[in-house]
């Protein structure tokens, strides 16, 4: 945190005392701090406290402007280098989902460029209601980082999560975090996430129950990381939110075939987690196919192979495959990882609890190309996706691709 220019956001709840030691903890680690008040906030603790602690006027007014040659809320967003809400109530994150500015923190939150790190503070069915969680999903996909809150005793009297990390706690994961944040700068990701569907007439189509949602999350991690994001997506009704993403969206596996060997030779990391069809009928119909007296017989041909392409082109790109597999998960996989001429392979049994389709959760294997497995057991595909990347990138520092 040394040299580091910090605006400390304190808002209006009991957890706002902690926010004093979170500045005097900021300037002892070398950091310099501007401390913005909401109006709620002066009800808890007085600006004088954080002047004292800061060595800085202490900002509580958007139309206080003490300097006519700046617009002040203007000039803190750009004076940041990171932005810190510690506590965040439920209003400033509802307020900020919503993208209203009508005090000088939001405000401030709207026009700055800096990382922008939320640490909520508030009763634990506050923190527990949908809109609450909506509204930080919301926030989570747009790029903020939140510092979730620890479970305990609360000011109220009930008992659970809703308590403001401590001071010194929140300074140690905003430095890892910044570390961790520049591992994939100047790097592009290109992933495959979702279904693909092949069209049998104008009302009918053969698809899987892919939802996207790994893939979805290999793009938020990868863009939260620091790279440029390229996501060709099958249809699915999910959105991706962050602005490094870039979303393709194709429905047959010949136009996501056409889609990734357009984005292949920019990207350094590719990664196809979508669940292509290896077969397509081979007539189709104009008009809707009626029902006729007996069975139904539709001719399959095989679509192109697209992981296998990617593999025999690739030059400097690390390639990681998927395998969702219902027997021999590992001996599948390893084999898969050969054949396609992969640096990775991500392998899934999706006849395990919690893994595989629609789901939010997925039990994985990563295998090398060293044939090391690394199991991740039972987590968030979000969580899935971290993992693997740090798998991926420390092969890339250890100069092994």
């Given at each position: 945190?040394?040299?580091?220019?910090?605006?400390?956001?304190v808002?209006?709840?009991?957890?706002?005392?902690?926010?004093?030691?979170?500045?005097?903890?900021?300037?002892?680690?070398?950091?310099?701090?501007?401390?913005?008040?909401?109006?709620?906030?002066?009800?808890?603790?007085?600006?004088?406290?954080?002047?004292?602690?800061?060595?800085?006027?202490?900002?509580?007014?958007?139309?206080?402007?003490?300097?006519?040659?700046?617009?002040?809320?203007?000039?803190?967003?750009?004076?940041?280098?990171?932005?810190?809400?510690?506590?965040?109530?439920?209003?400033?994150?509802?307020?900020?989902?919503?993208?209203?500015?009508?005090?000088?923190?939001t405000?401030?939150?709207?026009?700055?460029?800096?990382?922008?790190?939320?640490?909520?503070?508030?009763?634990?069915?506050?923190?527990?209601?949908?809109?609450?969680?909506?509204?930080?999903?919301?926030?989570?996909?747009?790029?903020?980082?939140?510092?979730?809150?620890?479970?305990?005793?609360?000011?109220?009297?009930?008992?659970?999560?809703?308590r403001?990390?401590?001071?010194?706690?929140?300074?140690?994961?905003?430095s890892?975090?910044?570390?961790?944040?520049?591992?994939?700068?100047?790097?592009?990701?290109?992933?495959?996430?979702?279904p693909t569907?092949?069209?049998?007439?104008?009302?009918?189509?053969?698809?899987?129950?892919?939802?996207?949602?790994?893939?979805?999350?290999?793009?938020?991690?990868?863009?939260?990381?620091?790279?440029?994001?390229?996501?060709?997506?099958?249809?699915?009704?999910?959105?991706?939110?962050?602005?490094?993403?870039?979303?393709?969206?194709?429905?047959?596996?010949?136009?996501?075939?056409?889609?990734?060997?357009?984005?292949?030779?920019?990207?350094?990391?590719?990664?196809k987690?979508?669940?292509?069809?290896?077969?397509?009928?081979?007539?189709?119909?104009?008009?809707?196919?009626?029902?006729?007296?007996?069975?139904?017989?539709?001719?399959?041909?095989?679509?192109?192979?697209?992981?296998?392409?990617?593999?025999?082109?690739?030059?400097?790109?690390?390639?990681?495959g998927?395998?969702?597999e219902?027997?021999?998960?590992?001996?599948?996989?390893?084999?898969?990882?050969?054949?396609?001429?992969?640096?990775?392979?991500?392998?899934?049994d999706?006849?395990?609890?919690?893994?595989?389709?629609?789901?939010?959760?997925?039990?994985?294997?990563?295998?090398?190309?060293?044939?090391?497995?690394?199991?991740?057991?039972?987590?968030?595909?979000?969580?899935?996706?971290?993992?693997?990347?740090?798998?991926?990138?420390y092969?890339?520092?250890?100069?092994?691709?």
């Open positions: 945190m040394r040299n580091k220019k910090v605006v400390l956001g808002t209006g709840g009991i957890a706002a005392y902690k926010a004093c030691d979170l500045t005097s903890k900021l300037i002892q680690s070398g950091a310099h701090v501007k401390v913005v008040m909401t109006k709620s906030a002066l009800e808890f603790v007085s600006p004088l406290t954080f002047q004292a602690l800061s060595r800085n006027p202490v900002h509580t007014a958007v139309f206080d402007e003490k300097d006519p040659q700046k617009i002040a809320h203007i000039d803190l967003a750009d004076w940041a280098d990171i932005v810190i809400i510690a506590p965040a109530t439920a209003n400033l994150i509802g307020k900020l989902s919503n993208g209203l500015g009508d005090d000088m923190l405000t401030i939150l709207l026009a700055t460029k800096a990382p922008v790190y939320i640490a909520p503070a508030m009763n634990v069915n506050m923190y527990a209601h949908p809109a609450i969680k909506a509204n930080m999903e919301q926030l989570a996909a747009w790029g903020y980082n939140f510092i979730e809150p620890q479970a305990g005793f609360l000011a109220c009297g009930w008992i659970g999560k809703g403001l990390e401590e001071p010194q706690t929140i300074i140690d994961a905003i890892t975090h910044m570390q961790r944040d520049l591992l994939l700068t100047g790097k592009h990701v290109l992933i495959s996430a979702g569907r092949e069209k049998v007439d104008p009302v009918r189509f053969f698809t899987n129950r892919s939802s996207g949602k790994m893939g979805f999350a290999f793009a938020e991690v990868a863009a939260q990381l620091g790279a440029t994001v390229t996501i060709v997506s099958g249809p699915v009704s999910l959105r991706s939110k962050h602005p490094s993403i870039n979303r393709v969206d194709v429905t047959t596996a010949e136009e996501m075939y056409e889609a990734m060997h357009h984005h292949f030779h920019a990207a350094d990391i590719v990664i987690a979508a669940a292509v069809a290896d077969y397509r009928p081979k007539k189709i119909y104009d008009e809707k196919m009626k029902k006729q007296p007996g069975d139904l017989h539709i001719e399959m041909i095989r679509t192109k192979d697209i992981l296998q392409s990617l593999g025999a082109q690739k030059k400097h790109q690390f390639l990681v998927f395998a969702a219902t027997e021999n998960p590992i001996e599948n996989g390893k084999g898969k990882l050969e054949r396609k001429n992969l640096d990775a392979i991500v392998v899934n999706v006849k395990m609890k919690g893994a595989g389709f629609a789901g939010d959760t997925n039990v994985v294997t990563y295998i090398d190309k060293t044939m090391q497995t690394t199991e991740i057991p039972l987590a968030s595909k979000h969580e899935i996706a971290e993992k693997v990347f740090e798998k991926i990138i092969t890339l520092n250890q100069g092994e691709k």
